[in-house]
Nanobody, 129 residues
Framework: QVQLLESGGGSAQAGGSLTLSCAAS????????MGWFRQAPGKGREAFAA???????SYADSVKGRFTISKDNAKATLTLQMNSLKPEDTAMYYC???????????????????????WGQGTQVTVSS
């Protein structure tokens, strides 16, 4: 059974850092394109980071230079290092995997959610000013 499980969410002050992890079970991450999404209350789900099988990443402008996505294929774990957090980063954060192949970016931005087939349950991140 394919499963993605996020952890590491919580509260932080503006300017602080948090690290999110996404553990995969049931398949290997090696050939998959993975991504991080977030959804704030009343807003749509935002694709803000993606990574391919070679470890090459793409980021949305909203997080570029502050967030880093990485992948450990041996441990089947996807990680998101979040620095210089802002109150507008407050959201539910989700990891996701593309089914086959890999699309890393579309129009110089991480690909949208319809390209992903497997999703975690989400972890809440709250940033206070």
């Amino acid at each position: 059974q394919v499963q993605l499980l996020e952890s590491g969410g919580g509260s932080a002050q503006a300017g602080g850092s948090l690290t999110l992890s996404c553990a995969a079970s049931g398949y290997s991450l090696g050939r998959r394109c993975m991504g991080w999404f977030r959804q704030a209350p009343g807003k749509g789900r935002e694709a803000f980071a993606a990574i391919d099988s070679d470890g090459i990443a793409s980021y949305a402008d909203s997080v570029k230079g502050r967030f880093t996505i990485s992948k450990d294929n041996a441990k089947a774990t996807l990680t998101l290092q979040m620095n210089s957090l802002k109150p507008e980063d407050t959201a539910m954060y989700y990891c996701a995997a593309q089914p086959t192949g890999c699309i890393l970016r579309i129009s110089d931005a991480p690909p949208p959610e319809n390209l992903y087939s497997d999703w975690g349950q989400g972890t809440q991140v709250t940033v206070s000013s």
